[in-house]
């Protein structure tokens, strides 16, 4: 299985953007499906966006909908999560995650079994 590091996070003020970096190690990246979840404090892990490596597609959970935007570059085996307009509540530690494509990549924590340490995003008004 590949495994997954973040980077990226930082302190930014409401509005800003913010670009994370997912970087995949190992054998299989291109069937594999690389997920970015989130955990505000005090509250069950939500999933944000995920892509099919083989072919670029693209999911997207409701949480961060309409203000991310999830790319990768296959030459680097890194998949980026483009954040825009970011909000006070989008404080959370940013996690990358990855599968084996099997069932797809939807965005549900249970399903990814490679998880990197997190990278955390402090939003502040």
């Known amino acids: 299985q590949l495994r997954v590091m973040e980077s990226g996070g930082g302190s930014v003020q409401a509005g800003e953007s913010l670009r994370l970096a997912c970087v995949a190690s190992g054998y299989g990246y291109n069937t594999n499906c690389i997920a970015w979840f989130r955990q505000i404090e005090g509250r069950e892990r939500e999933g944000v966006a995920s892509?099919?490596?083989?072919?670029?597609?693209?999911f997207y959970g409701t949480s961060m909908q309409g203000r991310v935007f999830i790319s990768q570059d296959t030459a680097r085996n890194t998949v980026y999560l483009q954040m825009r307009n970011l909000k006070p509540e989008d404080t959370a530690m940013y996690y990358c995650?990855?599968?084996?494509w099997g069932d797809g990549c939807s965005v549900v924590a249970a399903r990814y079994n490679s998880w990197g340490q997190g990278t955390q995003v402090t939003v502040s008004s």
């Open positions: 892509i099919y490596s083989g072919d670029g597609s693209t």
């Open positions: 995650a990855s599968k084996s």
